[in-house]
């Protein structure tokens, strides 16, 4: 994962010396917290690590809420999103991550709980992700939820659920998703779809509702007017060119953006299609390999439960990148980093079952001999 911002930034070493360093930062969040995972399943039992998960899920749900009916009063409960705004305060996918560990150890029969603490939390923790009330945070949890029926899911449904997607993206950039009002999480959730759609949008209006998909755009143009070094391995410290200026921070309008919401268009952009195709060779193999053992119903729930978690730590990951550039934002830290965990006991497990599983076939065949031999 690190090979292409290298050769990206030996490719952009003409550029700013700062933005060269801010984008090569950036590149390190994942592998670090990747490895912050990856240590912790030397250092933690399996059982602490997934009761952890779910106990700051749950202090996570008791805070913002606590937060939100202190700030706006007892109309938060009712309408949490306009609370958040409101407060600007970050989240964070934990609650989503905490149901997918309880959901996950119930289908696998893994007891983490009693009953009583399992209802309890599994309560608090839906209670917190309607708190949050985060597009992100959703989709974070449907590709966990996706995951509980993956394997029932019949094959003849495939294709008609591939054309309905194709035709949802078909539709997105012709502004048939819009809603005037984005006051509550509904709304919101409607309006997206226009937010994100890419286009070249000429009045000030246009680009400010529909700045993400507008950014996106002139992303994509400056990439695809680069030479064939840029093309395929971008450079680092690149900035992306807006063509007019716009009002980003409290009291400063920029032309020049050094990074985007769009995490895919950032890889893009700064490492070319070499990084792009690395990360997608990376993510997408771990996904083949996990679901083969998640699918497989005779390997051991230990394996299935830390498959589940990757892939979907992986999807979700894959998905939040083109919205919110989650593979270099800490708010997503605990999704790398459960990610890094399930990573790691995976292959540890698998490991340890080919050990003993050779150590009985050695035995058998010395029994078996030893019985000739008498």
């Not at 993956?150 to 294709?159: H, L, Q, S, Y």
Request: proline residues 3%; glycine residues 6%; positive net charge.
């Amino acid at each position: 994962m690190l090979v292409p911002p290298i050769i990206g930034l030996i490719v952009g070493y003409e550029n700013s010396t700062y933005l060269i360093l801010k984008d090569f930062y950036y590149f390190t969040f994942p592998l670090i917290f990747l490895l912050c995972g990856i240590v912790l399943a030397y250092q933690l039992e399996i059982a602490d690590f997934l009761k952890t998960v779910v106990l700051t899920g749950a202090a996570a749900s008791v805070i913002v809420t606590v937060i939100s009916v202190s700030y706006s009063g007892f109309g938060a409960l009712i309408n949490p999103y306009a609370a958040h705004y409101a407060m600007g305060i970050l989240g964070t996918p934990v609650p989503a991550v905490s149901l997918a560990c309880l959901l996950f150890t119930k289908k696998f029969n893994i007891k983490l709980y009693t009953s009583f603490w399992f209802k309890t939390f599994l309560a608090i923790n839906i209670f917190g992700m309607y708190m949050f009330a985060s597009r992100s945070y959703f989709i974070i949890l449907v590709c966990f939820a996706f995951l509980l029926f993956a394997n029932r899911i019949k094959k003849t449904w495939i294709v008609p659920a591939v054309v309905v997607a194709i035709i949802l993206f078909a539709l997105l950039p012709t502004g048939i998703f819009t809603e005037k009002s984005s006051d509550t999480f509904l709304g919101k959730w409607v309006s997206s779809f226009s937010e994100i759609s890419i286009g070249n949008y000429s009045t000030e209006q246009d680009i400010n509702i529909r700045y993400r998909g507008y950014e996106s755009f002139m992303a994509l143009n400056g990439y695809l007017e680069s030479d064939t070094k840029g093309l395929v391995f971008g450079g680092l410290g690149k900035l992306v060119d807006l063509k007019t200026f716009v009002r980003l921070g409290v009291d400063t309008d920029y032309r020049y953006i050094p990074v985007l919401h769009n995490g895919w268009l950032y890889i893009l952009v700064k490492t070319g299609a070499a990084g792009v195709l690395t990360y997608l060779a990376i993510f997408l193999g771990l996904i083949v390999i996990n679901w083969r053992k998640y699918a497989d119903t005779k390997s051991k729930p230990i394996i299935r439960l830390f498959a589940a978690l990757t892939i979907g730590c992986i999807l979700s990951l894959v998905f939040t990148n083109y919205i919110i550039t989650s593979f270099f934002n800490v708010e997503m830290s605990m999704i790398m980093i459960t990610l890094g965990y399930s990573y790691m006991n995976f292959y540890s497990l698998l490991a340890r079952l080919k050990e003993r599983e050779e150590a009985e076939l050695v035995g058998s065949k010395y029994v078996n001999n030893l019985s000739y031999s008498i």
